[in-house]
């Protein structure tokens, strides 16, 4: 909640959204801040083994959800690289990737997304606490944070906040 008023986000994208807690929140905020942000969900809603493999009920309550509480906002049923060709690079301020949660997944993730980031661009990452079941995002956070101005939330799973822009004014 509390970076949408500082960043003032033209776009936020979630990559991975799964019954969509965290991308309704950010719906949530724009509306009740009357922000004109164009909020994104991608996700394949098939799962994965860290998400578990989901049934069509997951993806059903998500849609439902978003047609009945944010009707403007909108989501890509399919693979994150497949939906790159949808946003213009520099059109994203705000991306959170939550999606498989290996290294290379996550790190791929970062990398071909990047280019889509604005000069004010901030990536989120969820679950940058969890050392177990082969997760990886621990480990890219770690080499991340060492080139990127950071923040980590480290209780329960762990939230990253990265900021990727260009601009040394981002927020103001």
């Not at 965290?22 to 998400?51: E, N, Y």
């Not at 969890?130 to 329960?156: I, S």
């Not at 822009?165 to 981002?170: F, I, L, S, T």
């Amino acid at each position: 909640f509390a970076l949408f008023p500082l960043l003032k986000p033209r776009r936020f994208v979630e990559l991975g959204v799964y019954n969509g807690m965290s991308f309704f929140a950010a719906c949530q905020i724009a509306r009740h801040l009357d922000m004109k942000t164009q909020c994104v969900a991608i996700d394949s809603w098939i799962g994965d083994p860290h998400a578990f493999f989901l049934s069509n009920s997951v993806f059903l309550g998500f849609r439902d959800t978003l047609r009945d509480l944010h009707p403007k906002q909108h989501y890509i049923q399919g693979m994150f690289r497949d939906a790159l060709p949808h946003f213009e690079n520099g059109s994203i301020d705000l991306l959170h990737i939550d999606g498989y949660h290996t290294y290379d997944a996550v790190k791929d993730d970062f990398e071909t997304w990047l280019p889509k980031l604005s000069d004010t661009g901030v990536v989120l990452f969820h679950d940058i606490n969890v050392h177990e079941r082969g997760f990886g995002v621990w480990r890219f956070w770690e080499a991340l944070a060492k080139k990127y101005p950071n923040f980590g939330f480290r209780h329960c799973n762990g939230l990253g906040v990265v900021y990727v822009g260009a601009r040394d004014n981002a927020i103001s």
